[in-house]
C-alpha cells in the first residue's frame, strides 16, 4: 500500500509550496516549466464554491471532490479538493501542477492555479459545463447527453489533437497514461479536452520505458503496460483506440453482465471485424443519423489503435490526419485470440444484451499499487524529482 502523509493545518504549507516552486525552477530538466502563477487564497474558495457547498459539487475523483465556483467577475471555476483521505495524493497533486502548468493547447484543460491553505490543497480549473464525456455518453438518464453524429466525430477528434500535442508537439513529451471517458472533459460547446495529468509521465529518450509502479485504468490499458511495465505513448494510442470505440458505439468498454461474465466491448469489435459487420457496432441511439464512411473510419481507427502491437498502432499525429480525412484508414486485420473466457464472452455476445448504461459497473479500478512482476527498473528523472520534492513537502 503507498502511504500518503496526513495533511496538517499551518501556514508551513504556503512556505512549502514557495520551497516546491523554487526547487522546480532550480531543477534543471523541469526549469522549462512554470507552476500556475494564480495562487488562490482559501477565502476566494469558499467563497466561490458556498463554502464548498455540497450543491456545487459536481464530481468526486481518485484525489477527492470536485466543487463548481464562481469568481466575482463572474468566470466560472472547478475545483479539485485533494482529500485527506485521497488514494492518490501529494505526489499526484505536485505532478498534475507540475505537468499541466507546462502545456497550453485547446484540447487540454487549463489549470487557474493553485491554493494550499490551512489544511486544504486545492487545484482550481476552468469550468467545464458538459462535464465528461463518460457522463454525456453512459450517464443516467437526464444527465447523458444525446451527441449527434458531428459532434461525437468533434471530440474524437480533438482528443487526437489533445495527444498528438502531448505525444509530439509540446515541448515536453508526455505520455498522460489515463486516457479514459472520464479524463475528458466537454466545454459548453462540447469541445473535448483532457484532464487529470495526475499520473503522466515524461517521456525522455534515455528512459528504458519499463517502469515498476504501474498506473492507470483497467479496460483502457495497453496489454504491454498492464503485464510489462512497458511505457510508451503507445499506451495512450491504445487507450484512446478503446474511447474511440465508446464514442462510436455509446457503450462503456466494460459491462458487467449476469453469471459475473465480463464482456468488453473491445472484444466485441474485434468480432464484429472477423464478421465482416463491424458497423453494428454503431450507437442505436443514432438511428440512421451518421455517415456509414465516416463510422466505419472511425471504428478501424479504434481497432487499429488498440493492436496488441505497440508499434502497429499509429501515432496521434497519424490518427488526427486520418480522423480529418487527409490520411486513409487501412483496414485492420486482428485476429480474436479465442481463448475459454473469449468463447465464454462470444456467448454473452450472441445474446444482445445491451440495455443502455444504466447498470454499467465501472472498471476504474486503479492499479498503482499492483506488484506485476517485472524484470528491468529504472527510476525516470522526473519521478525521482518529484519524490525528492515530495520528501521535503513533507
Ligand atoms: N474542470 C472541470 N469542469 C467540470 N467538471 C469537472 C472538472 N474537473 C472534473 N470534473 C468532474 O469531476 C469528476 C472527477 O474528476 P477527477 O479528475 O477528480 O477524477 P476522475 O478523472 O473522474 O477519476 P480518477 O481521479 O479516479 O481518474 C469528473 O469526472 C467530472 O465529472
Redesign the pocket.
Known sequence: MRCFPSIHCSCRKVNQLLFIRHRLSRTPFLSQMHLPTGSFSLRQIKAATRNFDPENK??????GP?YKGILPDGSMI?V?QLSSKSK?GNREFVNEIGMISALQHPNL?RLFGCCIEGNQLLLI????EN??L??ALFGPEGLRLNLDWQTRRKICIGIARGLAYLHEESRLKIVHR?IKT??V?LDKDLNAKI??FGLAKLDEEENTHISTRIAGTMGYMAPEYATRGHLTEKADVYSFGVVALEIVSGKSNAKYLPKDDYIYLLDWACVLQEKGTLLDLVDPALGTNFSIEEAQQMLNLGLLCTNQSPTLRPAMSTVVSMLEGHTPVPVPTMKVNRTESMELRFRAIETPSWDGDSQAVSM?A?MANSSFSIQSSKEDLFRSTTSRLLDDFG
Open positions: 459536481i464530481g468526486e475523483g481518485g484525489f470536485v472547478a479539485k492518490q484543460v480549473y476552468e469550468y467545464m462535464n465528461s463518460a457522463r489515463d472520464t479524463n472533459l484532464s487529470d476504474g486503479h
